[in-house]
């Protein structure tokens, strides 16, 4: 199927049967992506009782059940009640699912022990005025994002000034493919996270961040249609699956 839309005055076309998924799946067990020091994600048969929900083991149905934290084993999408004490649903806060991106690809610069994406950074990459969605792939860019285990590598996070440019640009949802905007070890300070979401300034509650996202080589930078669904939970923070779709 081919859809003509509009962006703003621009009429454009994007092809739905060649999406480009951005997503990591989550698979039972250690080769799972992992973050935050939490253990490997389970899928297994329901148990109760003497009863096994597998139909190797005598039932009628598969009937897995699933654990698993959206924050430190897949790709998700948050929002703002990530980091206030109220209870915030990203179920509520996304309530359409197509938007106008660009994706970019940076090389995390090297600050002392730190990989830091810095506002200098930014500046130099970010040709448009403004962005409705925004996608980051890092490099070094391999297929280890799929199962890297995270916890104590302190891997690169984005500047509070870095944020705060996206936050002028207008970025209301970013994408980035690694398990945090911020500093793994920040003493909970999460400044990068409080500046996207205008903790200090402006409050933006409407904006989404999505992390753990993987944007394979062959797609390329450039403007996109992007889809982002994600399971219907009321929480802070859900399973998503971006999908981007061609412009032209
Ligand atoms: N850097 C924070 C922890 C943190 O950022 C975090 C902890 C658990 C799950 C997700 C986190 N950050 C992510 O988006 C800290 O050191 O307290």
Same mark, same amino acid.
């Given at each position: 199927?081919?859809?003509?839309?509009?962006?703003?005055?621009?009429?454009?076309?994007?092809?739905?049967?060649? $999406?480009?998924?951005?997503?990591?799946?989550? !698979?039972?067990?250690?080769?799972?992506?992992?973050?935050?020091?939490?253990?490997?994600?389970?899928?297994?048969?329901?148990?109760?009782?003497?009863?096994?929900?597998?139909? =190797?083991?005598?039932?009628?149905?598969?009937?897995?059940?699933?654990?698993?934290? $959206?924050?430190?084993?897949?790709?998700? #999408?948050?929002?703002?009640?990530?980091? @206030?004490?109220?209870?915030?649903?990203?179920?509520? #806060? /996304?309530?359409?699912?197509?938007?106008?991106?660009?994706?970019? @690809?940076?090389?995390?610069?090297?600050?002392?022990?730190?990989?830091?994406?810095? =506002?200098?950074? /930014?500046? =130099?990459? /970010?040709?448009?005025?403004?962005?409705?969605?925004?996608?980051? !792939?890092?490099?070094?860019?391999? !297929?280890? +994002?799929?199962?890297?285990?995270?916890?104590?590598?302190?891997?690169?996070?984005? #500047?509070?000034?870095?944020?705060?440019?996206?936050?002028?640009?207008?970025?209301?949802?970013?994408?980035?493919?690694?398990?945090?905007?911020?500093?793994? +070890?920040?003493?909970? +300070? /999460?400044?990068?996270?409080?500046?996207?979401?205008?903790?200090?300034? +402006?409050?933006? $509650?409407?904006? #989404?961040? @999505?992390?753990?996202?993987?944007?394979?080589?062959?797609?390329?930078?450039?403007?996109?249609?992007?889809?982002?669904?994600?399971?219907?939970?009321?929480?802070?923070?859900? $399973?998503? =699956?971006?999908?981007?779709?061609?412009? !032209?």
């Amino acid at each position: 199927m081919i859809i003509s839309f509009k962006i703003g005055e621009r009429s454009v076309e994007a092809d739905l049967n060649q $999406p480009m998924d951005i997503s990591i799946p989550l !698979r039972s067990g250690p080769e799972n992506v992992n973050a935050w020091y939490v253990d490997p994600p389970r899928i297994e048969p329901h148990r109760e009782g003497d009863f096994t929900g597998s139909i =190797r083991e005598g039932a009628s149905t598969n009937f897995n059940d699933i654990s698993f934290n $959206p924050h430190a084993h897949v790709t998700h #999408t948050e929002c703002l009640g990530h980091i @206030t004490p109220e209870n915030q649903s990203v179920n509520q #806060t /996304l309530k359409h699912f197509f938007f106008h991106a660009w994706l970019i @690809t940076l090389a995390p610069e090297k600050k002392g022990d730190d990989h830091i994406i810095s =506002r200098k950074q /930014l500046e =130099r990459t /970010l040709k448009e005025d403004r962005y409705e969605a925004l996608v980051i !792939r890092t490099l070094p860019n391999t !297929r280890g +994002k799929l199962n890297r285990q995270y916890s104590h590598t302190n891997p690169p996070y984005f #500047t509070e000034e870095a944020m705060e440019l996206l936050v002028e640009r207008g970025v209301e949802h970013l994408l980035v493919d690694l398990p945090s905007v911020d500093r793994e +070890k920040d003493e909970g +300070k /999460l400044l990068a996270h409080k500046a996207f979401w205008g903790l200090n300034a +402006k409050m933006r $509650p409407g904006s #989404t961040i @999505t992390e753990f996202i993987y944007v394979p080589h062959m797609i390329e930078d450039g403007e996109y249609l992007l889809e982002i669904q994600f399971a219907p939970i009321e929480n802070d923070a859900s $399973p998503s =699956r971006p999908v981007l779709y061609k412009i !032209r």
